[in-house]
């Protein structure tokens, strides 16, 4: 599998020196890679199907209540 951006074979590699993968698999998708030097710096992450959620509608403030009126007895 090729690579798809410059920031993810620096990834791959800086994990071969922490010993996370092996070295042939980096080697392996670099010789797929058919490029490097076209590759872009990064690739963004595609937009959602369902378009943006919308953003709920903020609570208006709420009013002070009125005092509620004294009954007037007989």
Not at 8 to 13: A, P, S, T
Not at 17 to 46: C, F, H, M, Q, Y
Not at 52 to 63: G, I, L, N, V, Y
């Amino acid at each position: 599998m090729p690579f798809k951006s410059k920031a993810q074979e620096r990834l791959f590699w800086a994990k071969v020196g922490r010993g996370e993968i092996s070295k042939d698999k980096a080697e392996e998708w670099e010789k797929e890679t058919p490029n490097r030097a076209k590759l872009p710096e990064r690739v963004k992450k595609p937009a959602p199907k369902g378009g943006t959620k919308a953003k709920p509608k903020p609570k208006p403030a709420s009013k002070p209540r009125a005092k509620p009126k004294k009954r007037g007895g007989k």
